[in-house]
């Protein structure tokens, strides 16, 4: 599977916008970029998945590099709920259904 | 309300003495999994079940079993817990019936269960 690389720690001010980058250089045509975020005691939960172009959804979006080799996870408007563990994952077609979750970034949010 | 439950949530135990840990999810899925939460080691799979009656090995298998009877259960048991086996332990579903599309599916995972061994 190809590998993602995280920033260990990130910080950002509630109510201001947070980019979370995730680095995939060796990702193959086919991968989807999944985000899962862990909130303090909790399992992890999906955010938001893509292949090639920009995701939205009702918690995030996702900004996928034209050459794919990197993506950005955007909170609008960050919450003290959002500070989390953020894992940046790779699914390729012929994979398992094992997620492989890396460090993370870890976000914190400042009041 | 769609959702992964596990129980108990929090467990101390002493070496040897048999335990299970129960998972269940209300949401038709076929996929299920273990895994488990260290600190420095992230999220390691215990095992997974594609569906009823079929069962295999995740990357750390040793010192656990499961078994899938059901759909929606998918316990976990611990024969003859050791300390090294401390840890924060998650279930998850995915796949629901008939939308087998491996690279978009989405898991959802329980709130977890912190156990101690003795």
């Known amino acids: 599977d190809a590998k993602t690389t995280q920033p260990n720690s990130m910080e950002s001010n509630e109510e201001e916008p947070v980019h979370l980058p995730c680095n995939h250089s060796t990702i193959s045509g086919t991968d989807y970029i999944h985000w899962y975020r862990q909130l303090p005691s909790q399992g992890p939960e999906y955010v938001i998945h893509g292949l090639t172009s920009n995701v939205n959804n009702r918690m995030a979006s996702l900004a996928i590099a034209e050459d794919r080799k990197s993506s950005t996870l955007i909170l609008h408007r960050a919450t003290l709920r959002d500070a989390a563990v953020y894992y940046c994952i790779l699914r390729a077609m012929d994979s398992s259904y094992k997620l492989i979750f890396g460090s993370g970034t870890r976000l914190l949010v400042r009041p | 309300e769609a959702q992964v439950t596990q129980n108990p949530r929090y467990l101390i135990t002493v070496t040897g003495k048999k335990l299970t840990v129960t998972c269940s999810q209300n949401m038709n899925h076929e996929y299920m999994s273990w895994y488990r939460q260290d600190p420095g080691l992230g999220l390691r799979q215990i095992y997974y079940?594609?569906?009823?009656?079929?069962?295999d090995k995740g990357d750390v298998p040793e010192g656990y079993k499961v078994s899938r009877k059901e759909k929606r259960n998918f316990p976990l048991i611990l024969e003859s817990p050791s300390p090294n086996q401390t840890s924060l332990y998650f279930c998850?579903?995915?796949?629901?019936?008939?939308?087998?599309?491996?690279?978009?599916?989405?898991?959802?995972f329980g709130p977890g269960t912190r156990l101690t061994v003795l």
């Open positions: 998850a579903s995915s796949r629901p019936e008939g939308r087998p599309t491996l690279s978009t599916d989405t898991q959802y």
């Open positions: 079940s594609m569906n009823v009656e079929v069962t």
